[in-house]
């Protein structure tokens, strides 16, 4: 690893509410992950290969596939009510459309860098034919939800590393329980606020008298600038920035973010679009403000009202939430999309990449000292002299 004389670069990672300080209002479902979402799973493929200078074709790669499976994994033949929000689209998520149109997931969705978006799609329309041969003939055709950030800085992008087996991988490995975070799968090459980041993940349950639902949340996170990087509300950036000046750090390749949004809340896609709107206030809560060049895209779903595929019935019966119950959704949605991002930063470990670019880890104990000297009980504010 380059030796840039970093703080905490060599600790070991912890998930950023381990730093003890508090990450909103509702308590963190078991695993505080979007596995806490019954029936969500999460898989991973990391491709990590060489070294040095930047050999197109050969490497260095830093890059991989994450699968998340809604509904079991069954999304195919019980499709689950979507929606989503981009709130700046210089990034892609094919099939988002089609999920924004007809308000149904139909497919996993797989994460990974830009340009394998369509290696990973292919590879995923070949995975569900081979497990449901009627598609595209007795069935109707897929379009598979693949969402991307770039990851150059690190990976040979154009070299096209990403293959079949790698999607195949992350979907046959994905499960309930703990998720993996960091530079792993999808987000092996990513970086955020110009540290290494990657995958991360939290949740969310409501309490019984709001219902009792449970929300959760992934990304893959690559966007920001140090300097805005904000940790629970405080500018940690701007106070780290000295002690990484002298780090090169990428320049024209800044964004984006995808987060999926999961949730076991019966809801109606136009509810789901206005949830996948507060995730974006969540992204704002670190340090995003939506520059030119990134791509901040949401996509959300329901577990709860299926719609399955062949029935033969001409009326299906949903229930879904009244929208003016809705308010700690938002809340709990902002809440785990903030997070999860911080989540992606703080299990990352340092890594080089192509030509040695490096994306040094965030300074864990610093951080953690840091908000222990400025989140001090606020005094009463003195009283205003009447005019």
Request: proline residues 7%; charged residues 20%.
């Amino acid at each position: 690893m380059t030796d840039w004389n970093l703080p905490d670069q060599a600790i070991p990672r912890v998930r950023a509410r381990a730093l003890g300080f508090p990450l909103g209002k509702y308590r963190p479902g078991h695993y505080n992950a979007i596995t806490d979402v019954t029936g969500v799973k999460v898989g991973h493929s990391t491709i990590i290969r060489g070294g040095g200078a930047l050999q197109r074709g050969i490497g260095p790669v830093r890059t991989g596939v994450t699968a998340i499976l809604p509904a079991s994994g069954n999304a195919f033949t019980d499709r689950c009510v979507g929606g989503g929000f981009i709130l700046n689209g210089a990034g892609e998520m094919s099939g988002l459309t089609q999920v924004m149109e007809w308000g149904l997931l139909e497919t996993p969705i797989l994460l990974t860098n830009t340009l394998a978006v369509g290696a990973v799609s292919d590879a995923t329309v070949r995975y569900l034919v081979r497990q449901y041969p009627g598609i595209g003939d007795e069935e109707d055709v897929i379009i598979p939800v693949v969402g991307e950030c770039d990851d150059s800085w690190l990976n040979d992008v154009a070299g096209r590393h990403v293959k079949e087996e790698h999607v195949v991988e992350a979907i046959q490995t994905a499960a309930d329980g703990p998720v993996a975070e960091g530079s792993v799968g999808g987000g092996t090459g990513m970086i955020t606020c110009d540290f290494k980041s990657g995958i991360g993940t939290a949740s969310r349950k409501l309490p019984p008298v709001l219902g009792g639902y449970t929300l959760g949340v992934l990304v893959m996170s690559n966007f920001g600038y140090l300097n805005a990087l904000r940790f629970t509300g405080y500018p940690v950036g701007e106070h780290l920035a000295p002690l990484f000046a002298h780090v090169p750090k990428r320049k024209k390749r800044y964004g984006s973010i995808i987060a999926v949004v999961a949730t076991d809340t019966p809801l109606m896609p136009h509810q789901l679009n206005r949830l996948a709107k507060r995730a974006a206030l969540g992204i704002g809560r670190v340090g995003s403000f939506a520059e030119h060049g990134s791509g901040e895209i949401i996509l959300a779903f329901s577990t709860t009202n299926q719609v399955p595929r062949n029935s033969p019935k001409i009326i299906y019966r949903a229930k879904f939430l009244l929208d003016h119950r809705m308010d700690p959704l938002y809340e709990a949605v902002i809440e785990c999309t903030e997070e999860a991002i911080l989540n992606s930063m703080c299990m990352a470990r340092p890594m080089d990449g192509v030509n040695d670019n490096h994306a040094a880890a965030l300074p864990l104990t610093w951080v953690r000292d840091y908000l222990r000297h400025v989140r001090r009980p606020l005094h009463a504010p003195e009283p205003l002299d009447e005019p």
